[in-house]
Each structure stands twice: as structure tokens, then as C-alpha cells.
């Protein structure tokens, strides 16, 4: 009974870094931009993470503040995909290309100027896994949800809340919605297309280096190359796969996270055990492709996303 | 300014050479840039073209030591020949209005399938088996590149999502059969069979040693195969319809479907070649891939760099090849070999940035008006 | 003076036109003021100036007396003036109360949407005008005259007190355009008043006040309806009568080459579109399917040249059933087809024009061999076609199709679709937007084609050119034909009232 407790906490942690990027991107579409540069903003965030985790550790608000920039750093490098996509109206998917290219390059390059090696120097010390007293006594859920788990997990629920918030709530949301389907309707009554679409691919890049850095934070002493290993992609899946809404979009997250840990528990689970390990890998992928098979035809995505708005075509 | 030159940035036809042009320029100072930010010398950059493209290696400029090294052009043509292939196939389906984001993962299939052909009939003659190798990558690809043609035209996904999460199954797919296979390690398979080996001893002996292989045959029948299909056919003529405008090309009784599905297809088969190359010329055995080594992905820069024709996806490939070729020369002397794909990926930026050059020409061109 | 618009010699110019020029136009409280003109007359450029789209290079706009200056649309909503588009503007999956507080949302304490309030104002409003919505639904789900109800009610609720009306009755039924004739009626009631953009004459003498007559650009006059007469407006609109006279051969042989019986086509939506659709066509004859725009002519055109599966029925054509053939397979039994839409289907605008001038014929000999082009017998073919149909490029067959002018483009089409000699010519709007020396040449090309005996199948929406180039008219309303007349016997009067379904024509006996 402990082991299934412990891979739902593992599976929650696992999910983590999918689920808050995968909100970004959720944004990002919704607006009407697509954002295939996840994976590598997830990069940014994850290096400048790891990075200044080893610079200021020692401090108990250290890991936040890692986090903090990485964040950030996601943020300031969205802002070319946002300035290439919708000032300049290029190709959205190349310029996502772009990005993740970029974001190997850069991020490797900085790590061997500053640590003179082709990744960064781990540190020692970084989120803890935490047992809350009292709450960890609930009944079932206290088992998985508040032993030994990171505040990490705690953030990325609560950004779920907000983003579901923001989204069906807020006039912000409400013009976001209605810009990934009708820009021209949106700017007929006034309110600013690009304004609303540069908030959104912010808000993605935001969310995917804050995405980078819980990963690199939790699941890693150090960034290199292969750090972030596809998730930015698996988090593009779960949008998806959640059909561009926040809750599902949760599902999909946790689900992509337990393929991850079946990885690791699969030798000690007979019926997995017969199973290839680089099948759990690849499981997010094949699954999408099947979802946009499944759902091929019901029009889910917002209609206008990976269109530039131009104001001219009527 | 004179106005010839205003008249000369001004047109259309001329900025389609100018903006690729401009694009790789703006791409190597942004590499200069951000070397000299971090106090590293950039001339660095220059001499290890230098060397890295046409074998001079300036610092024995003087010495007694031979100025000029042939392996440095085979390794730099050894580097070259996979992206060409893959900008070959990036262009092939953005002619018909599809993205081929996934050659990455069509690369890796040509790649598995070779060796697994290559490793399976260890006995038969070089004439039997190396071609066998050759139509196995080709394959790999093709199977790689005609799933996302038939779901974009069957259930309209698109193709490029599709084709970015088939890079992943494709890469996972890889690195289990290359460790499934007898005889492998965890990061390798066994040497494949000479009879499976595009590598050859006397373009080795010419180039110093380098790598080179006959591989540079299946990249000028591959380009040529392009240009042709491309231009001459009126099956090129159908993709470039379906590319350009698809209800046109519905409207002159065109399959848009069908066109689709042999596009992606073709597109594959470029880029299982690629793999090919690798699997049984650059290397002589199976790898594990820890992550994606970017030949797909460079693909799309050749492509997009080379205007999407045959001849532009060849200059698209040298010069990311050269890129590819100066790493080991710029780590060598202390500057981070990811400086080129920094350039790599900046270049990208700016000709993404095409519609920003352009009006910046347009505003040169018509200042005399 | 109670004016609360005045435009006052407004220029507008684009690259190569002026649109407007010298413009004036005004706006009295409480009236319903019509702009009448034809297609590129300037109403549409007019009524952007006014609702901030563009600015106008000269003249200057009064509002209420007070001189403003409308940079964009947002100044035009907050000093009153709201527009309703041709195309509306709305977002097909969120909800009619969504929708019309788009932008304006009321908000509560928590700086929450305030949807209820929202609800509640959408219906006062609803309630107020007789403009009855759902609030709840969503847009995608309600017909078009709904949606329009929602366009309105978004500009009441912004409190406009200057309606702009572009085209509304476009896509209307009979009835909606009585209910909509109602609602407006209300809103002046109300205090608010309208500009209604049109070119229809009917709904002008049904509920304008006055009339601003546009042509090429220039205004020609404003006159009171009541004062005014319909003839006299049309002759206004249309000015000196352009000269169509076309001298057609007499042909009195024909023979039938396409029957259509039964004939049902579904639109995107998957509703019957074209229904009990009967039709011949005949040798040595120009047939026209005349109607109003949305009554199922672009359904019928792709039906009949398969770009969209029909339904139901049968197409015979040359003794053939083609209903369920492929385009290549029709084109090649001797249809030919002028789209309606030439940039989108009936050229590919990057390709060269010797590119497109094999569009139809690129697979056959003499323009390739087993699948390998032959550039010089393509070149040659194009340059022939060129220098015949005089398409003006400037570098001749090598141009790109984009840089050619819409009437160059169209004489392009034309010369491909016509010179493979097909047995049915099927012409959809051939001479939409384009100026009159094309429009002529386009008219003779046609009418050559049925005096070398061959069927014409025309679709228009110009009353004048229906009327001068066809033989017969079939009449279609609501995807079917409501009467066949000789264009010798035809009136304007008597189309107007079987187009708009105000009355059934006589109809021949299909077997």
C-alpha cells in the first residue's frame, strides 16, 4: 500500500512541470497563438533555475527565488515569440522552432562561460520533500497528497484554480477566448488583439520557465542538455489531450506524469515489467496522435490560433 | 544611396536571395555579439571556417607545418551531406503548403532501419546488400512521413503535431531496437558488415583520412530527383498547385488529398536517406540517441534559408554543415562549440523575421518616391 | 439644423481609385437616410471613414455640431456610432450575452464578470426593440437573422445612437427582412438614427427617409424618398445607361446538353442548400440562374461542377449522369467554369500565368509527355492565349498571376476556360468588381461562345447584366427555381418580385 502511495506522489511531482507549462500554452493558444518554443522555454527556465539554485543555496528561500527567475527568464524570452508572431506576423511554428533551438544553444553556451563545463554545477540542496504535520493524518488523501512531497506540487494546483479563474471569470479572459476565435470581433468592439495575444504568449513563457525550473529543481541536481527531455512537448500534448481547458487539461498532466512513473516502477510491477522501458516514453506521444485522431473533425482548438491577425482582411 | 540600389532592394524577385542573405548575416553578428559579450575572441570564428570549410588552417601560416589539411573539407562534406538531405525534405513538403517538422524522427527511422537491414543478412555481396540498406533507410522515412500525410489528409490533424510527437516515438523506437539488437551495448550496436558500408578507403585516402563516403552519390541523385520532380513533372506541378492555392488546385480536378499524403511521403523519403547516411557512412554501427542531435531541425533551416528549392536546400546544407563542422575546431580553442548553434538558431530567427527585412527593403526601395 | 452627422467633402483615394470624392453627406435626428450605389460606388469607403477604418486624406466630419476626428472605431463607439458589417463580427462559441458584452463588460466587486448583469441587460434591451435573442446560446447555433439581432443589440448596448446598416438584408429571408424593416422602424422611434448602405431599391422606398446617391466615388444627389420614385433612383445609381447592346446572332436550333432534375446540394452547415432543383440547358443559348446573393447559387455552381458531392437527383450532361463523377472527369466531358471567386478557385495566384493557363490541361499533350512538362509547347500555348484574349501583364506569359489587375486575372480565366471550347460554359459572376472596359469584353467573349452554338450557364446577381445578356432567366429562391422566363418578356419589376419570393413565375414541364 505505501508503494501505490508513493507513485501517486511521485506522479504528482512527475506532473508538475507538464501541468504549469502545459496552462501556458494553454493561454498562448486560447489567445491565438500557437507555441511549439514550450519545450525550450521550458529550457531557459530550467537553466537559469538550476543555475541560480547553485548560486544562492544555503538560504531557505533560495529554491523560491530559483524559481522566481526562471520564471522570469521565460517570461523576457517569450517575448521574441510574441514579438516575431504577432508584430512581425511570421510563422508561428518556425519561430517556435526557433526557440527550442535557441534554447539549447544558449543555455549550453552560458553553462560553459559561467561553469566552464557543458553543464551547469549541481547544487546540493534545493526544494526538500516535506511532510506536513496534521494534514498528512487525513484519511487517504493526506497519505499521498501531504507526505513527503514538494510545495512545488501545492503551486501548480493553485495556478489551475487562477488559470480557470482568469480564464471563464475575468474580462481579460473573456477577450483571450474570443481573440483565438474571432480577432476581428474582438477588435471591432475595441479591445486590443495584440495587446491580448502579447499577455498570453507572456503568460506561456512565464508559466513554461517556471514549468523548467520545478523540474530541474525537483527532479534534478543539475541542468544539462537533456534535461528537459521532451516535456515541453508532452506539455503541448496535454493541451490537447485536455482540449484546451484548465481542469482537463489536469487530467491529462497527471496521466502523462503516472506514464512516467510506470517507467520506474515497471520491473517492480509484473505486468509491466515485459514492456520496453522506451515504451512509457514514448506512450504521451502515440496517445496524442490518437486523441487528435479521435477528436479530428469536432473543431475543439480555437479557430483562429496559428492565423496572424491582420487587420486589413475582413 | 543611389537609386539604382534602392531600386535593386526594392523588388520583389531580388529580395528573395537578399532576405536569406541578409538573415545569415544578421545571424553570425548576433554570434559575434554574444561572443564578445563573454570576452572570447570572435576572429576565432573566422579562422575555424577557415579550416573547418577549406582545410587552411591559419596559425601555421609560416610554420613548417603543411597550411592545408584535406580531411577538413571531407569531415566538412561528411557533415553537410545529412542536412542537405533533410533540407531536401523540409522543402519538399513546404512546396505543397505542409510543415515537415518531424525529418527528425524520419531521420532516426531511415537510420533504424538500415541497421537492422544491414545487421540482418551480414552474408550477402556489397552490389546485394548495400542497396538494400539504402531502399531500407529510404523506407524507414517514407513510413515516417506518409503516417502524418494520411492523417492530414483523412482526419485533417495536423501535420505538425503529428509529425512532433513522432519524432519522440521515433527517437524511443530507435534507441529500444538499437539495444534490442544482438550483440549491442547500451549505447551501440555490433560494426555493421563491410558489404553494408558506404564508407570507402580511397575517398579517405584523398581527404587525409576524413570520413567521407559515398554517400555524396545518393545527395546529388536525391537533389537532382527534387529539381526534377519539382520542376518538370506534372506531378511537381500538382504539388506546387495544392501548395500555392488548394481550392485552385480542387478546382482543376487536382487530389489535394492524394498530393498531400505523396508529398509528407517523399518528404520522409529524404530524410530516412539522411539516416542512412549516418547509420552506414558517417558512423559504421547503430546508435542510442540520448536527444535529438538536430539534423531535422537544421533541415528546416536549409530549407527555409534555401527559398525550398533544390539548389537553395544544397547551399542551405553546406552552410549549416560548416557550422556543424567548426564545433570540435571552436571548442578546441576555448570557445563553446553551441556558439554555432546559437548563430544556427538566430539565422532562423531572422529569416522567420522575413516580413520585418522586407519592409525595411521596401522603405529602402521607395525613399525616392 | 438637427444634423448629427455631416461629412463634408470627404476624399478618400486608395493606390490607383479614388473612392471617395469630395463626398458630402449628412444625418438628420430621427431618420432612416439610404446610401445608395452599386458595388464600388464608394458606400462602403464612406461609411468606414465614418466609423474610423480610414481616414479620409481631405474634408472633415461633424458630429452633433462639434468637429471630431475618428482615428479608429473605438472614438466612432464612444461618440455613438455603431456599425453592423456585411460579415458579422461575432465569436461562434460563446454566448449571445458574451458576445454583445465583449469588450464592455459589466464587472462586480470582485472585478468578476458580471454575466447576470450582463443576461439582464441583453434582455431589457431584447424587450425594448422587439429584437427577440436567447441570451444563453451560443452563436454558433442560431440562424443568421439572429446573429444579426445580435449585432444589434452589441451597438444598442453600447449605446450608439448612430446606426450604420452595411448591406443587412445580404443574407436575409423575405420574412426577416419584414421583421428587420420593423426593428429599425422601432430604434427611430426610439431616438436613433440609421444610415443603411444598399443597393437595393425595393427596401429604399419601403423605409427610407431620404437617399444619398453614389457613383464612382462622387455623390450624385440626395433626394427625399416620398419625393422620389424608384426609376428615378436607378437611373441616378446607374447614370447614363452604359451601352450593352450586344447584337446576339438568332439561333433557332437548340438542343438540350445538360438536365438537371431533383437536384439537391447541402451547404457547410449541412443543410439543404439547393432542393427539387430542376434545369436545362441548351446549345446556342445563355441560360442565367438569377437571384439574391445566399439563395443557394454557390451551392448549385459547386453541385454542378463537383466541388461539392450532391445529395440527392441527378445531373445529365451530354447524355451523361455526371452527379457523382470527379471534377477532372466533368472538366474533361466539356464543362468549363468560370468560378465565382477567381482568387480563390480560379487561379493560383503565385504560379506564372503561362502556369495557369494549363490549369485545365497541363496532364494532356501537347503540355507533357508520360508526366514530364514541356515548358515551349506551355509557353507558346499561354503567349497565344495572351496575345487572343489580351491579358495585359508586364512581362507576358511569365507574370505573376498576383501582379495582373482583377480584370486582367478574369480575361485570363476566361481565355483558358473558354479556348478548350467546352460544350457547357458555366459563368458564375464573371464580371463582379470589375470596370467597364473589362466588363464589355467579358460580355463578348461569353455571348461569342453561345452564337458558336454552344450552352451558357450564367449566374448573376446584377439585374442589368441578367437582363442584357441572357436568353432565359430561371429565377432561384431559397435553392429553387420559382420561374423560367424568356429575357425578351422579362421585367425588372417582374424578377424583383419572383426573386425576392414575393410570387411564383410559371415553371416548364420536366419529364
Known amino acids: 500500500m505505501d508503494t501505490f502511495y508513493g507513485m501517486l506522489t511521485l506522479t504528482l511531482i512527475y506532473s508538475t512541470p507538464i501541468l504549469v507549462t502545459a496552462l501556458g500554452g494553454m493561454f498562448c493558444e486560447k489567445s491565438g497563438v500557437v507555441n511549439i518554443g514550450l519545450e525550450g522555454l521550458m529550457g531557459f527556465g530550467a537553466f537559469t533555475g538550476a543555475t541560480v539554485m547553485y548560486f544562492v543555496q544555503g538560504s531557505a528561500s533560495g529554491p523560491y527565488f530559483a524559481l522566481l527567475m526562471g520564471m522570469l527568464v521565460g517570461g523576457i524570452v517569450s517575448i521574441l515569440h510574441a514579438y516575431m508572431c504577432i508584430t512581425l506576423k511570421s510563422d508561428q511554428v518556425i519561430s517556435g522552432t526557433a526557440i527550442n533551438m535557441f534554447a539549447t544553444g544558449v543555455t549550453i553556451y552560458m553553462s560553459q562561460i559561467i561553469f566552464g563545463q557543458q553543464r551547469t554545477v549541481a547544487f546540493n540542496e534545493s526544494f526538500t520533500k516535506t511532510t506536513y504535520p496534521l494534514l498528512s493524518k487525513i484519511p487517504f488523501f493526506g497519505k499521498f497528497l501531504f507526505s513527503n512531497i514538494y510545495p512545488t506540487v501545492f503551486i501548480a494546483l493553485i495556478l489551475v484554480v487562477i488559470s480557470w479563474y482568469v480564464l471563464y471569470k475575468t474580462s481579460f479572459g473573456l477577450r483571450l477566448r474570443a481573440a483565438g476565435e474571432n480577432p476581428h470581433a474582438v477588435d471591432s468592439v475595441g479591445a486590443n488583439v495584440t495587446k491580448i495575444r502579447y499577455s498570453a504568449v507572456i503568460i506561456s513563457g512565464l508559466l513554461s520557465g517556471l514549468g523548467g525550473a520545478m523540474m530541474i529543481l525537483t527532479q534534478d541536481i543539475q541542468y544539462t542538455s537533456v534535461s528537459i527531455h521532451g516535456t515541453g512537448f508532452i506539455a503541448m500534448a496535454a493541451v490537447i489531450f485536455g482540449r484546451w481547458k484548465p481542469a482537463p487539461i489536469l487530467w491529462a498532466s497527471l496521466f502523462f506524469g503516472l506514464s512516467q512513473i510506470l517507467k520506474i516502477y515497471s520491473t517492480s510491477l509484473g505486468i509491466f515489467a515485459a514492456l520496453p522501458l522506451e515504451f512509457f516514453d514514448s506512450f504521451p506521444y502515440i496517445l496524442t496522435v490518437i486523441a487528435l485522431v479521435v477528436f479530428s473533425g469536432k473543431g475543439v482548438g480555437p479557430k483562429s490560433s496559428g492565423v496572424p491577425y491582420d487587420k486589413g482582411q475582413r | ?369 | 439644423m438637427n444634423n448629427v452627422v455631416e461629412m463634408k467633402d470627404i476624399t478618400k483615394r486608395f493606390p490607383g481609385i479614388i473612392a471617395n470624392s469630395h463626398v458630402n453627406f449628412d444625418l438628420r435626428q430621427g431618420e432612416i437616410h439610404a446610401l445608395l450605389g452599386e458595388n464600388g460606388a464608394g458606400k462602403s469607403t464612406l461609411m468606414s471613414v465614418l466609423f474610423g477604418l480610414y481616414q479620409a486624406e481631405e474634408g472633415e466630419i461633424l458630429i452633433r455640431g462639434e468637429k471630431v476626428d475618428i482615428k479608429d472605431p473605438n472614438v466612432a463607439t464612444k461618440i455613438g456610432i455603431g456599425m453592423v458589417h456585411q460579415h458579422f463580427k461575432l465569436v461562434h462559441n460563446l454566448s449571445i450575452t458574451e458576445n454583445i458584452i465583449l469588450g464592455v463588460e459589466p464587472k462586480n466587486r470582485w472585478h468578476q464578470v458580471d454575466l447576470k448583469k450582463g443576461r439582464a441587460q441583453v434582455v431589457a434591451l431584447s424587450e425594448k426593440y422587439g429584437l427577440t435573442v436567447d441570451p444563453d446560446e451560443l452563436i454558433e447555433n442560431i440562424t443568421v437573422g439572429m446573429q444579426q439581432r445580435v449585432e444589434i443589440l452589441k451597438m444598442l448596448y453600447r449605446n450608439s445612437n448612430i446606426l450604420i446598416f452595411d448591406e443587412p438584408t445580404a443574407v436575409l429571408t423575405p420574412q426577416e427582412i419584414d421583421d428587420l424593416i420593423i426593428v429599425m422602424r422601432n430604434l427611430v422611434n426610439e431616438g436613433k438614427s440609421i444610415i443603411l448602405i444598399t443597393h437595393k431599391l425595393k427596401e429604399i422606398m419601403a423605409i427610407a427617409d431620404r437617399c444619398t446617391v453614389l457613383r464612382r466615388g462622387e455623390c450624385i444627389s440626395t433626394v427625399e424618398v416620398a419625393k422620389s420614385n424608384p426609376s428615378e433612383l436607378a437611373e441616378m445609381m446607374v447614370g447614363r445607361k452604359v451601352n450593352l447592346d450586344l447584337n446576339k446572332k438568332e439561333i433557332d436550333e437548340h438542343k438540350t446538353v445538360m438536365k438537371i432534375r431533383n437536384l439537391s446540394v447541402k451547404d457547410s452547415k449541412g443543410l439543404d442548400a439547393v432542393k427539387n432543383f430542376n434545369l436545362d440547358v441548351r446549345t446556342g443559348e445563355i441560360m442565367c440562374v438569377a437571384g439574391i446573393d445566399g439563395n443557394g447559387q454557390s451551392e448549385l455552381i459547386q453541385g454542378i461542377t463537383g466541388l461539392t458531392p450532391c445529395s440527392g437527383g441527378t445531373i445529365e450532361f451530354l447524355g451523361k449522369e455526371i452527379q457523382n463523377t470527379k471534377i477532372r472527369e466533368r472538366t474533361e466531358m466539356g464543362l468549363g467554369h468560370i468560378p465565382e471567386d477567381r482568387q480563390k478557385y480560379g487561379l493560383v495566384m503565385d504560379f506564372d500565368i503561362k502556369e495557369n493557363m494549363v490549369l485545365q490541361s497541363y496532364f494532356k499533350e501537347p503540355f507533357s509527355t508520360h508526366g514530364k512538362l514541356n515548358k515551349e509547347a506551355i509557353k507558346e500555348y499561354s503567349d497565344r492565349l495572351v496575345e487572343e484574349y489580351d491579358v495585359r501583364s508586364s512581362q507576358g506569359s511569365d507574370t505573376t498571376s498576383r501582379s495582373l489587375s482583377g480584370g486582367n486575372q478574369q480575361k485570363a480565366i476566361i481565355a483558358r476556360e473558354v479556348d478548350r471550347s467546352p460544350a457547357l460554359l458555366l459563368a458564375a459572376q464573371p464580371t463582379r468588381g470589375l470596370d467597364v472596359g473589362a466588363i464589355e469584353f467579358i460580355h463578348k467573349s461569353i455571348v461569342a461562345e453561345r452564337d458558336k452554338g454552344k450552352a451558357v450557364l450564367l449566374f448573376s446577381l446584377e439585374l442589368e447584366e441578367v437582363l442584357s445578356l441572357s436568353d432565359k432567366i430561371a429565377v432561384i429562391y431559397e435553392g429553387e427555381i420559382v420561374g423560367v422566363l424568356d429575357a425578351k418578356d422579362a421585367t425588372e419589376n417582374e424578377l424583383g418580385l419572383l426573386m425576392s419570393g414575393a410570387k411564383k413565375g410559371d415553371l416548364p414541364d420536366y419529364e
Not at chain 2, 579517405?204 to 576524413?210: A, C, G, L, R
Not at chain 2, 520532380?229 to 500538382?238: A, L, P, Q
Not at chain 2, 531541425?297 to 563542422?325: D, E, K, R, Y
Open chain 2, 1 to 369: 544611396m543611389s537609386n539604382s540600389f534602392r531600386a535593386y532592394v526594392g523588388n520583389e524577385k531580388h529580395q528573395k536571395v537578399l532576405i536569406p542573405i541578409i538573415s545569415i548575416v544578421l545571424g553570425f553578428i548576433v554570434g559575434i555579439i554574444i561572443m564578445l559579450f563573454s570576452q572570447l575572441n570572435a576572429g576565432y570564428l573566422f579562422t575555424a571556417l577557415l579550416r573547418g570549410v577549406f582545410g587552411i588552417n591559419t596559425k601555421f601560416i609560416g610554420t613548417s607545418r603543411s597550411v592545408f589539411n584535406a580531411r577538413y573539407i571531407g569531415e566538412f562534406l561528411v557533415s553537410s551531406m545529412p542536412l542537405i538531405l533533410t533540407g531536401l525534405s523540409v522543402a519538399f513538403a513546404y512546396r505543397c503548403g505542409l510543415f515537415n517538422i518531424g525529418a527528425e524522427g524520419q531521420v532516426m527511422m531511415g537510420s533504424l532501419f538500415s541497421i537492422v537491414v544491414a545487421l540482418s543478412f551480414p552474408g550477402l555481396p556489397k552490389v546485394i546488400l548495400l542497396p538494400m540498406v539504402v531502399i531500407a533507410g529510404a523506407l524507414g522515412g517514407t513510413i515516417w512521413g506518409f503516417i502524418p500525410g494520411l492523417l492530414k489528409a483523412k482526419y485533417n490533424v495536423h501535420e505538425v503535431v503529428v509529425t512532433i510527437m513522432l519524432n519522440y516515438v521515433g527517437l524511443y523506437f530507435l534507441n529500444w531496437t538499437v539495444k534490442s539488437l544482438p550483440g549491442s551495448s547500451l549505447v551501440r550496436t555490433v560494426d555493421i558488415p563491410d558489404a553494408a558500408w558506404l564508407g570507402s578507403d580511397f575517398l579517405s585516402d584523398i581527404t587525409n583520412n576524413s570520413r567521407l563516403h559515398w554517400g555524396f552519390i545518393i545527395v546529388i541523385i536525391a537533389v537532382y530527383a527534387f529539381y526534377y520532380i519539382m520542376n518538370k513533372t506534372t506531378f511537381g506541378y500538382e504539388l506546387r498547385a495544392v501548395g500555392f492555392n488548394k481550392d485552385a488546385a480542387k478546382y482543376a480536378g487536382i487530389n489535394v488529398n492524394k498530393n498531400a499524403i505523396l508529398a509528407m511521403t517523399l518528404s520522409g523519403t529524404f530524410a530516412g536517406l539522411a539516416g542512412t547516411l549516418l547509420t552506414c557512412g558517417t558512423f559504421n554501427y547503430g546508435r542510442v540517441i540520448p536527444a535529438f542531435e538536430n539534423y531535422g531541425f537544421n533541415g528546416i533551416v536549409a530549407a527555409l534559408v534555401g527559398g525550398n528549392t533544390a539548389i537553395g536546400s544544397v547551399l542551405g546544407g553546406l552552410l549549416f554543415g560548416a557550422l556543424q563542422a567548426i564545433q570540435p575546431i571552436m571548442q578546441a580553442n576555448g570557445i563553446p562549440r553551441e556558439i554555432a548553434i546559437i548563430i544556427t538558431s538566430a539565422i532562423i530567427i531572422f529569416v522567420a523575421m522575413q516580413n520585418g527585412i522586407k519592409s525595411v527593403l521596401n522603405k529602402i526601395g521607395n525613399k525616392e518616391a
